[in-house]
T-cell receptor, first 112, second 115 residues
Framework: SQELEQSPQSLIVQEGKNLTINCTSS?????LYWYKQKYGEGLIFLMM?????EEKSHEKITAKLDEKKQQSSLHITASQPSHAGIYLC????????????FGKGTRLSVIA | GAGVSQTPSNKVTEKGKYVELRCDPI?????LYWYRQSLGQGPEFLIY????????DSGLPNDRFFAVRPEGSVSTLKIQRTERGDSAVYLC?????????????FGPGTRLTVL
């Protein structure tokens, strides 16, 4: 089984609606990263969470870390077509520079 | 540019051939990572450099894969005797701080197709 599970695998929402993507780790997290990827492009860094209960926002995207559940959620408010893409969570399991373990991603489509 | 760059953006080769993929990290970043992403999957770790040395190469799938970073900046991922299963997007990332968990910034990737 995967160390990092993302849900849902894909999501289609109407423009203007809110949505949430979840990322759950089977191991204790040291850091949790959210990236966005468009087809044929690299990963664009969104946010990094490290402390339990931490919450960060950037424009209409908010991410939270639940240390007890080893889970992070990414919430998009009033979705727009520009939010469409693949959202990936990446986990760091050690302090210091460490390779990230990624989930399989959530493919988000926003329809007008 | 200020970001991570990778060349070529696309590479098509025949089974059995040798390929080299290049990564130019953000200037001053000491850590450099290679990942491989197959269709519908998240990136999977291959190798990590701290400076010139490979700090962790546990993700390299077999001895056909090799990477170097001779001057602690540009890195080259080398694949010998390519196989169709090597087809994927190869991503490079760099980060600045060697002793703290720091954000990894990714390049656009090289899409490798082995015919």
């Amino acid at each position: 089984s995967q160390e990092l599970e993302q849900s849902p695998q894909s999501l289609i929402v109407q423009e203007g609606k809110n949505l949430t993507i979840n990322c759950t780790s089977s191991k204790t997290l040291y850091g949790l990263y959210w990236y966005k990827q468009k087809y044929g492009e690299g990963l664009i860094f969104l946010m990094m969470l490290q402390k339990g209960g931490e919450e960060k926002s950037h424009e209409k995207i908010t991410a939270k870390l639940d240390e007890k559940k080893q889970q992070s959620s990414l919430h998009i408010t009033a979705s727009q077509p520009s939010h469409a893409g693949i959202y990936l969570c990446g986990a760091g399991y050690n302090s210091g520079n460490t390779p990230l373990v990624f989930g399989k991603g959530t493919r988000l489509s926003v329809i007008a | 540019g200020a970001g991570v760059s990778q060349t070529p953006s696309n590479k098509v080769t025949e089974k059995g051939k040798y390929v080299e993929l290049r990564c130019d990290p953000i200037s001053g970043h000491t850590a450099l990572y290679w990942y491989r992403q197959s269709l519908g999957q998240g990136p999977e770790f291959l190798i990590y450099f701290q400076g010139t040395g490979a700090a962790d190469d546990s993700g390299l799938p077999n001895d056909r894969f090799f990477a170097v970073r001779p001057e602690g900046s540009v890195s080259t991922l080398k694949i010998q005797r390519t196989e169709r299963g090597d087809s994927a997007v190869y991503l490079c990332a760099s980060s600045s701080q060697p002793f703290s968990t720091d954000t990894q910034y990714f390049g656009p990737g090289t899409r490798l197709t082995v015919l």
